[in-house]
């Protein structure tokens, strides 16, 4: 995979790409993925279903695309989200810096929050440089383009262990810890 594309897409516009129209929540609209010509990445479109088929005699063809129902961002945390949160941080982390060497940890953080109903494949393109899997958010709408690295199986658990490291709440060193510390405060004497 070439570094510098852009493989972490916006979330879902408002409106049609096409018309310019405001989608209500529970429309169907269609979502593409388009090469961008200005980098080596992508651009998303969202388009009324309408728009999509009108545009029949456009020059642009898409890289991916799908139907999905548009629901407005949401932006309610629950408790367990702090936990999710992590995991969908450190996905958008590792893709927007898009080292190789983290190819192994983006595909197992993307399969967990797919696990989690947080994303869903929408998609897969196979490349020259392999398969590349597009997922989006269900709630936010995000596109995320993961390649899938076709990890050996009796290398997925050392991988899952290095992604719950990354997860966990790394401790303080010790002179940090020495410093939120509270200094110990003399009870009086009965």
Not at 52 to 67: A, I, L, V
Not at 111 to 133: C, F, H, N, V
Request: hydrophobic residues 30%; contains cysteine.
């Amino acid at each position: 995979m070439a570094l510098n594309e852009t493989w972490h897409l916006r979330s879902r516009a408002r409106q049609c790409s096409a018309t310019g129209t405001p989608f209500i929540e529970g429309q169907p609209i269609i979502t593409a993925i388009f090469p961008d010509p200005e980098s080596s990445g992508y651009l998303r479109k969202d388009f009324l279903e309408e728009a999509w088929k009108q545009r029949g005699g456009e020059d642009e063809t898409p890289f991916s695309s799908w139907r999905t129902t548009y629901s407005p961002l949401l932006t309610v945390e629950t408790p367990q989200a702090v936990t999710k949160q992590g995991a969908e941080e450190l996905l958008r982390t590792l893709v927007e810096e898009d080292q190789e060497h983290t190819e192994n940890t983006r595909y197992i953080l993307a399969l967990m929050l797919e696990r989690q109903k947080l994303l869903r494949e929408t998609d897969s393109q196979p490349t020259a440089g392999g398969i590349l899997r597009i997922y989006e958010h269900r709630k936010t709408g995000e596109v995320f383009i993961i390649k899938d690295p076709n990890i050996p199986l009796d290398q997925v658990e050392k991988i899952q262990q290095e992604v719950i490291m990354l997860l966990s709440p790394q401790p303080l060193p010790p002179e940090e810890a020495a410093e939120e510390t509270p200094p110990a405060t003399e009870e009086p004497a009965s």
